[in-house]
């Protein structure tokens, strides 16, 4: 999703300066979970992640996980059986009508159909395509490669992961991209568990993107999901340790690390959607919606 101010958290969810720190560290808020709240109020267009108290939204009901799971599933059903319609010569706009169709056949509702505009039920990305490519008529050549981001709307829940496709034989710099961003995404779920925060994912992603010689794409995060398409929190692929948000018991978001061969900078194109790298080189993504479990995580998209 596109980073954007947080959605107003009603007063009443806000901890007041004196209670107990809702996080766990046996301090006052004001002395340890204060300054994220008060940067957010000072600067509104920040796409700094909000550290106060999640609210009650964030953690989910069983009935909800249950619902979420279901979505998910149907989602990693589609991205798996991928591979035996995705070949050179087929188009983007064949994909989106297959996914379409597939969904709908299911009992779902492709979720990007119609969403804020978006005129197709799958986004597809190719090469410099960072996110939020729309399929076309354009056939697929070898030596591409190609994300389709699949989100899938099943009983009102949402399930959303993507994966890379390799289209013939591609580069070796490609082969490595997409191998290194695919590892970014492990790295971000190993950590996630209680205890741990939003940071630590951000963190670990950028540190091994960047020994790579990768860049993280700034302007593009993971989210909450499952009841919405798109939740708090934001989980930015880029951080520091310890820092954002608690990750707590029943939360549900993805991580979608978006990386580039070269500089994270991104410009939108005149359709409005399709992010592409500024420099334009190569972009991959890899994405998962997650569970946090009592003692660790569930890909439930995996
Ligand atoms: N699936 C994307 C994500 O991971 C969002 C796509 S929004 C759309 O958040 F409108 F482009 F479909
Ligand atoms: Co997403
Ligand atoms: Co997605």
Redesign the pocket.
């Known amino acids: ?1 596109k980073t954007k101010p947080n959605p107003a958290v009603a007063t009443s969810d806000r901890p007041r300066r004196n209670d107990p720190c809702w996080g766990g560290s046996g301090k006052k808020v004001k002395k340890c979970h204060m300054l994220g709240d008060r940067s957010e109020s000072q600067d509104a267009a920040s796409p700094r992640v909000r550290t106060g108290r999640p609210s009650n939204s964030l953690i989910k009901t069983p009935a909800q996980i249950e619902g979420i799971r279901r979505a998910c599933a149907l989602t990693r059903d589609i991205l798996e059986q991928l591979p035996q319609r995705i070949a050179a010569g087929v188009t983007t706009n064949e994909i989106d009508r297959w996914v379409h169709d597939y969904t709908v056949a299911h009992g779902a509702v492709p ?2 159909l119609n ?2 505009g ?1 005129p197709k039920s799958v ?1 597809t990305s190719i090469n410099e395509v960072v ?2 490519g729309i399929p076309e008529d354009r056939a697929l050549k070898d030596g591409e490669i190609l994300n389709v ?1 699949v ?1 899938c709307t099943l009983d009102g829940y949402f399930g ?1 992961s ?1 994966r890379m496709y390799l289209i013939g034989a591609v580069s070796p710099e490609a082969q490595r991209l997409v191998n290194v961003t695919r590892e970014c995404l492990d790295l971000g779920i190993a950590q996630v568990r209680p205890g741990n925060f939003v940071g630590d994912i951000g963190h670990a992603i950028q540190t091994h993107a960047e020994n790579h010689g990768f860049s993280v794409v700034r302007d593009f995060v993971g ?1 909450g999901t499952g009841v919405s ?2 939740e708090e929190p934001q989980v930015p692929h880029f951080g520091r340790k310890g820092q954002g948000p608690p990750l707590l018991e029943r939360m549900i978001f ?1 991580i ?1 690390p978006m990386i580039n061969a070269g500089d994270w900078p991104v410009r939108i194109l005149d359709d409005g ?1 399709t992010a592409v790298t500024a420099d334009g080189t190569l972009s991959a993504q890899f ?1 998962h919606t997650l569970l946090v479990t009592a003692d660790g995580v569930e890909v439930l998209t995996g």
């Open positions: 999703m979720s990007p969403y804020k978006f986004c996110c939020h981001d989100t959303d993507s989210h398409f798109h993805t979608e959607w994405e």
